[in-house]
């Protein structure tokens, strides 16, 4: 019970209709589980039942959270939530052990160093998900952490788990049915039952405002920080288009109702011209929104390319970002990337995911591949790629190409200060990534993507809410395109300005802030998650010392 009410309330801050209110959960989503692994401790239960419940806990997490990846395929979704809440067991079972070897107060505090720890990496190795990272789960209210633009999400998990061990530890000094329940099953003594982090019981309103100001007064300086920012920056007018092409019988040819890829191309042209004002400078389109795998050496000489050119030249000093399909070549094996393909009549290759930016009628097309790319998906680690080669979450299946450096295209002509962050759909969970593109010089994060894949389900929601973290984190306003789901515009305190109807062929125009200044976070990055990783493997030094120095001294004095 214990197990399956910690997921529920952590569930919350993802629930499939996010709220603010639903994000309170959060603070009390561990204690929970916090009960459940002391309860075990004090019982003297063996380890492989503590790491049963644990991950009992864990996969119903997952499994209410992020059930939707199922939608594009079973196999896929069962993965996911079977090896995330596998990996998820690691940092809490690294904070067992270090609770045995150093004691309650430093196992405490050493939790949330472990589990932060695990996020950080969470955001860059092969296996990289970061949905479930606690302070993503604030995406449905931006206006408690407006103080993203110093800590970054990461920030948030702090929040998260100080609030947490609070409620924990005056849990234990107040609530007397847990302590006689535990000293009832081992007949142990008080001290046995004692607070765990903190110093001696005090009344319960008086200890109880302890959590609750650590709750409260993050919210007030958020509060504080957003009534006094302004919105930065000179403005430029967006126009974003959502097309509405099912992928699974419109987009894609094979597909039971496929829409011919010319008439694809007339829809968006036609969504677009319907908001276009001679004010607008730039037009976005979703994410593989030309979908034929475009050679990039011969692009210009496609038929459907020199038509958008036509349509620009009609419209000077607009500019269009859409997502397309491209291939690259590659002369010799040498100069092959790791994912490059091989084919005896094409030699080696990479397929990308890509974002193509046409300044205007004339100037060269400017490509970003997208780097972050979907485990199992777009990008198989060696070690599992005959495992997993066959899964399918829709799109390209199997590693795709990808560039190391965060793209900022080159000033608008018309719009100086509008330098376009291309971000691809799964790139926007990532607060580091995003923040690069502001390193570079970026002033307006564009999303172009496709979350239809996911159908009518919590995944497109929780994804467009994850961007007004982003652009808090980064103090830039984001202009959405999406095939379908949400499209629309989040302004730099992560309000959002417009959202458009999900699942209707539609438009949207509006008027961004280009902000070119550069917020902590971005000039810092991830001091809290780095920093976590040092004393995690400092801790775990330690610990194991200890522990061999236990081993080696008990002989001795038995």
């Given at each position: 019970?214990?197990?399956?009410?910690?997921?529920?309330?952590?569930?919350?801050?993802?629930?499939?209709?996010?709220?603010?209110?639903?994000?309170?959960?959060?603070?009390?989503?561990?204690?929970?589980?916090?009960?459940?692994?002391?309860?075990?401790?004090?019982?003297?239960?063996?380890?492989?039942?503590?790491f049963a419940y644990t991950y009992l806990f864990l996969v119903l997490w997952n499994a209410l959270t992020t059930w939707?990846?199922?939608?594009?395929?079973?196999?896929?979704?069962?993965?996911?939530?079977?090896?995330?809440?596998?990996?998820?067991?690691?940092?809490?079972?690294?904070?067992?052990?270090?609770?045995?070897?150093?004691?309650?107060?430093?196992?405490?505090?050493?939790?949330?160093?472990?589990?932060?720890?695990?996020?950080?990496?969470?955001?860059?190795?092969?296996?990289?998900?970061?949905?479930?990272?606690?302070?993503?789960?604030?995406?449905?209210?931006?206006?408690?952490?407006?103080?993203?633009?110093?800590?970054?999400?990461?920030?948030?998990?702090?929040?998260?788990?100080?609030?947490?061990?609070?409620?924990?530890?005056?849990?234990?000094?107040?609530?007397?049915?847990?302590?006689?329940?535990?000293?009832?099953?081992?007949?142990?003594?008080?001290?046995?039952?004692?607070?765990?982090?903190?110093?001696?019981?005090?009344?319960?309103?008086?200890?109880?405002?302890?959590?609750?100001?650590?709750?409260?007064?993050?919210?007030?300086?958020?509060?504080?920080?957003?009534?006094?920012?302004?919105?930065?920056?000179?403005?430029?007018?967006?126009?974003?288009?959502?097309?509405?092409?099912?992928?699974?019988?419109?987009?894609?040819?094979?597909?039971?109702?496929?829409?011919?890829?010319?008439?694809?191309?007339?829809?968006?042209?036609?969504?677009?011209?319907?908001?276009?004002?001679?004010?607008?400078?730039?037009?976005?389109?979703?994410?593989?929104?030309?979908?034929?795998?475009?050679?990039?050496?011969?692009?210009?000489?496609?038929?459907?390319?020199?038509?958008?050119?036509?349509?620009?030249?009609?419209?000077?000093?607009?500019?269009?970002?859409?997502?397309?399909?491209?291939?690259?070549?590659?002369?010799?094996?040498?100069?092959?990337?790791?994912?490059?393909?091989?084919?005896?009549?094409?030699?080696?290759?990479?397929?990308?995911?890509?974002?193509?930016?046409?300044?205007?009628?004339?100037?060269?097309?400017?490509?970003?591949?997208?780097?972050?790319?979907?485990?199992?998906?777009?990008?198989?680690?060696?070690?599992?790629?005959?495992?997993?080669?066959?899964?399918?979450?829709?799109?390209?299946?199997?590693?795709?190409?990808?560039?190391?450096?965060?793209?900022?295209?080159?000033?608008?002509?018309?719009?100086?200060?509008?330098?376009?962050?291309?971000?691809?759909?799964?790139?926007?969970?990532?607060?580091?990534?995003?923040?690069?593109?502001?390193?570079?010089?970026?002033?307006?994060?564009?999303?172009?993507?496709?979350?239809?894949?996911?159908?009518?389900?919590?995944?497109?929601?929780?994804?467009?809410?994850?961007?007004?973290?982003?652009?808090?984190?980064?103090?830039?306003?984001?202009?959405?395109?999406?095939?379908?789901?949400?499209?629309?515009?989040?302004?730099?305190?992560?309000?959002?300005?417009?959202?458009?109807?999900?699942?209707?062929?539609?438009?949207?125009?509006?008027?961004?802030?280009?902000?070119?200044?550069?917020?902590?976070?971005?000039?810092?990055?991830?001091?809290?998650?780095?920093?976590?990783?040092?004393?995690?493997?400092?801790?775990?030094?330690?610990?194991?010392?200890?522990?061999?120095?236990?081993?080696?001294?008990?002989?001795?004095?038995?």
């Amino acid at each position: 019970m214990l197990a399956v009410l910690g997921a529920l309330l952590l569930w919350g801050g993802w629930a499939p209709y996010p709220s603010a209110p639903l994000s309170l959960l959060l603070f009390v989503g561990w204690v929970p589980y916090l009960v459940l692994e002391r309860q075990l401790t004090l019982q003297g239960a063996r380890k492989r039942h503590v790491f049963a419940y644990t991950y009992l806990f864990l996969v119903l997490w997952n499994a209410l959270t992020t059930w939707w990846v199922s939608y594009a395929e079973l196999s896929a979704g069962i993965a996911a939530v079977v090896l995330n809440a596998l990996l998820m067991c690691l940092p809490l079972m690294a904070f067992r052990q270090t609770k045995k070897r150093l004691g309650n107060r430093v196992g405490y505090l050493s939790l949330p160093v472990f589990w932060i720890a695990f996020e950080q990496l969470h955001l860059s190795w092969d296996l990289t998900w970061p949905w479930l990272t606690l302070g993503n789960g604030f995406a449905a209210a931006p206006q408690w952490v407006q103080w993203y633009e110093y800590t970054g999400f990461l920030g948030g998990s702090v929040w998260v788990w100080a609030v947490n061990l609070l409620f924990f530890n005056e849990l234990l000094k107040h609530i007397p049915s847990l302590s006689m329940s535990t000293e009832a099953v081992l007949g142990a003594r008080p001290s046995a039952v004692a607070p765990v982090i903190a110093g001696p019981a005090k009344s319960v309103p008086f200890a109880l405002a302890i959590p609750f100001l650590a709750l409260l007064l993050p919210i007030l300086l958020s509060y504080l920080i957003g009534a006094t920012y302004q919105e930065k920056g000179p403005t430029a007018e967006v126009v974003v288009v959502q097309p509405n092409l099912d992928p699974y019988v419109e987009k894609f040819e094979g597909g039971a109702k496929f829409v011919p890829y010319e008439q694809q191309l007339t829809r968006l042209l036609a969504l677009s011209e319907q908001k276009l004002t001679p004010q607008t400078r730039l037009v976005l389109w979703p994410e593989t929104a030309l979908e034929e795998s475009y050679w990039q050496n011969t692009i210009e000489s496609n038929p459907k390319i020199r038509r958008i050119r036509e349509w620009l030249a009609r419209h000077p000093g607009v500019a269009l970002l859409t997502g397309i399909t491209t291939i690259d070549s590659y002369p010799n094996k040498e100069a092959a990337s790791e994912t490059a393909r091989f084919r005896d009549d094409l030699g080696y290759y990479d397929i990308f995911n890509t974002g193509a930016y046409f300044a205007n009628a004339t100037a060269p097309i400017s490509f970003y591949h997208k780097s972050r790319l979907v485990p199992g998906v777009e990008k198989i680690p060696p070690v599992l790629a005959s495992v997993i080669s066959h899964i399918d979450l829709g799109g390209t299946v199997g590693s795709v190409g990808s560039q190391p450096d965060r793209t900022v295209y080159p000033a608008h002509e018309q719009a100086p200060a509008l330098r376009v962050a291309p971000i691809i759909c799964y790139e926007s969970i990532y607060g580091d990534f995003v923040a690069e593109y502001a390193k570079n010089g970026g002033t307006l994060l564009s999303v172009i993507t496709n979350d239809a894949w996911w159908h009518d389900s919590p995944g497109y929601r929780q994804l467009f809410n994850h961007g007004a973290l982003r652009c808090i984190e980064t103090r830039r306003d984001m202009a959405r395109s999406a095939n379908t789901g949400f499209t629309g515009f989040i302004n730099q305190k992560g309000e959002v300005t417009q959202r458009e109807q999900a699942w209707i062929p539609t438009a949207s125009r509006g008027t961004v802030h280009l902000n070119d200044e550069v917020t902590f976070y971005v000039r810092f990055g991830e001091l809290i998650g780095r920093g976590t990783q040092i004393l995690a493997v400092l801790l775990l030094v330690v610990a194991i010392v200890r522990g061999r120095q236990r081993r080696n001294t008990t002989p001795l004095l038995s």
